[in-house]
């Protein structure tokens, strides 16, 4: 049966492209006949029937906004809803029944879920509860196995990237330590790669779990060199030795179910203590979230929304669209979710980072 209404929703953290993918996606819905409910703040919007009618003037001119004009959530879990007044977090409800209510009174054929990790996953919960999905892989983190490249990641990248520049300079005429804290919660793609390209000196990753010794070591070093300044990009979800995270508190109900933040001050005070060294901290947060999509992004958003909808027309639903190459594939979402794509500490990328001295302060690696 072809599609005659579709649904589209973007759940999870905003990044920048996901506007570039709702354009996409109702573009060539509606060139090829069907009408596009634009469901609002990620599931929530079906869980409280919350939609806009998307036509041609509603996405002309947004492929350059950041964020997203459907709005979004990483609260809002049908599954265990904790927001209030339908739900509350001391008693999570099941409101799967409101969502599939929405499809079906709506007369919903489709959906496109556009998302990470958690979206995805609440996604296959739903195709198993029959209704036809396709999803779209969305997060700055780039930690999709199934895909090469999520979008949002260039756009994140390239603030990442600018912020190492802008402190390089400053850095370097105070003679300081700056430390860098990036977001990567499981997988350190945006500290690697801005302290890669913005020729960082120490790089703190999720995957290679760091000793505060050999930090203090590698910015020794340095100074017996002359050099009398370091930069250290640390991911959010860096770990030590021990396997300890920077977690800020726990939060219930959500996708992304601990908050983490504060390893950068954590590796600060840690040095002056060690080293006796001025040290300052620049946490780059949502900045690295917000703004406009990079031209990469927007490229493959739009390749993104137009194919999920090619996916739809041929009736290839529980699949993901992803890049493989250069080219748009598409995987079965349950696969697509079932493993994190992380930096293999001994792969070729972080070589080439030692290869030009850059530190992951541990001893074992290099
Ligand atoms: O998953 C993407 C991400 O940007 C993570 O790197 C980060 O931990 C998280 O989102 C933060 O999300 P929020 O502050 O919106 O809860």
Same mark, same amino acid.
């Given at each position: 049966?072809?599609?005659?209404?579709i649904?589209?929703?973007?759940?999870?953290?905003?990044?920048?492209?996901?506007?570039?993918?709702?354009?996409?996606?109702?573009?060539?819905?509606?060139?090829?006949g069907?009408?596009?409910?634009?469901?609002?703040?990620?599931?929530?919007?079906?869980?409280?029937?919350?939609?806009?009618?998307?036509?041609?003037?509603?996405?002309?001119?947004?492929?350059?906004?950041?964020?997203?004009?459907?709005?979004?959530?990483n609260?809002a879990?049908? *599954?265990?809803?904790?927001?209030?007044?339908?739900?509350?977090?001391?008693?999570?409800?099941?409101?799967?029944?409101?969502?599939?209510?929405?499809?079906?009174e709506n007369?919903?054929?489709?959906?496109?879920?556009?998302?990470?990790?958690?979206?995805?996953?609440?996604?296959?919960?739903?195709?198993? &509860?029959?209704?036809?999905?396709?999803?779209?892989?969305?997060?700055?983190?780039?930690?999709?196995?199934?895909?090469?490249?999520?979008?949002? *990641?260039?756009?994140?990248?390239?603030?990442?990237?600018?912020?190492?520049?802008?402190?390089?300079?400053?850095?370097?005429?105070?003679?300081?330590?700056?430390?860098?804290?990036?977001?990567?919660?499981?997988?350190?793609?945006?500290?690697?790669?801005?302290?890669?390209?913005?020729?960082?000196?120490?790089?703190?990753?999720?995957?290679?779990?760091?000793?505060?010794?050999?930090?203090?070591?590698?910015?020794e070093?340095?100074?017996?060199?002359?050099?009398?300044?370091?930069?250290?990009?640390?991911?959010?979800?860096?770990?030590?030795?021990?396997g %300890?995270?920077?977690?800020?508190?726990?939060?219930?109900?959500?996708?992304?179910?601990?908050? &983490?933040?504060?390893?950068?001050?954590?590796?600060?005070?840690? &040095?002056?203590?060690?080293?006796?060294? %001025?040290c300052?901290?620049?946490?780059?947060?949502?900045?690295?979230?917000?703004?406009?999509?990079?031209?990469?992004?927007?490229?493959?958003?739009?390749? *993104?929304?137009? %194919?999920?909808?090619?996916?739809?027309?041929k009736?290839?639903?529980?699949?993901?669209?992803?890049?493989?190459?250069?080219?748009?594939?598409?995987?079965?979402?349950?696969?697509?979710?079932?493993?994190l794509?992380?930096?293999?500490?001994?792969?070729? %990328?972080?070589?080439?980072?030692?290869?030009?001295?850059?530190?992951?302060?541990?001893?074992?690696?290099?």
């Amino acid at each position: 049966m072809k599609a005659k209404r579709i649904g589209v929703l973007t759940a999870g953290g905003d990044c920048p492209g996901l506007n570039a993918v709702v354009r996409g996606v109702t573009k060539h819905a509606l060139q090829n006949g069907m009408e596009v409910l634009g469901f609002k703040n990620g599931f929530d919007g079906l869980v409280k029937n919350d939609f806009m009618f998307l036509d041609d003037r509603c996405v002309s001119g947004i492929i350059t906004r950041g964020g997203t004009i459907l709005g979004t959530s990483n609260l809002a879990n049908p *599954f265990a809803y904790t927001l209030p007044p339908l739900g509350s977090p001391k008693e999570p409800k099941d409101l799967t029944a409101n969502v599939l209510n929405t499809i079906k009174e709506n007369k919903v054929d489709a959906l496109v879920a556009i998302g990470g990790d958690g979206t995805l996953s609440m996604a296959q919960k739903f195709i198993e &509860l029959g209704v036809k999905i396709v999803g779209v892989p969305k997060t700055i983190d780039n930690d999709l196995s199934a895909t090469d490249f999520t979008f949002g *990641f260039d756009s994140a990248l390239s603030a990442a990237t600018d912020a190492v520049d802008r402190i390089h300079t400053t850095a370097e005429s105070h003679h300081r330590i700056m430390i860098i804290e990036t977001m990567g919660r499981y997988a350190g793609w945006i500290a690697l790669r801005s302290c890669i390209a913005g020729g960082g000196d120490i790089c703190l990753i999720p995957e290679i779990p760091y000793n505060d010794d050999a930090i203090a070591k590698a910015i020794e070093d340095r100074r017996a060199k002359g050099k009398t300044f370091s930069i250290i990009v640390a991911a959010e979800g860096a770990v030590n030795e021990k396997g %300890e995270m920077a977690v800020q508190r726990t939060i219930e109900g959500s996708t992304d179910p601990v908050r &983490l933040g504060g390893i950068s001050g954590k590796v600060a005070a840690m &040095l002056e203590q060690k080293l006796g060294l %001025e040290c300052r901290v620049v946490v780059l947060g949502h900045l690295q979230r917000g703004g406009t999509p990079t031209a990469f992004d927007r490229w493959l958003s739009t390749r *993104f929304g137009t %194919e999920a909808v090619e996916l739809i027309l041929k009736n290839q639903y529980g699949n993901m669209v992803a890049l493989r190459g250069g080219d748009i594939i598409s995987v079965p979402i349950k696969q697509a979710v079932a493993k994190l794509k992380k930096v293999d500490p001994s792969g070729e %990328e972080v070589r080439s980072a030692l290869a030009v001295g850059t530190s992951f302060g541990s001893n074992k690696i290099g």
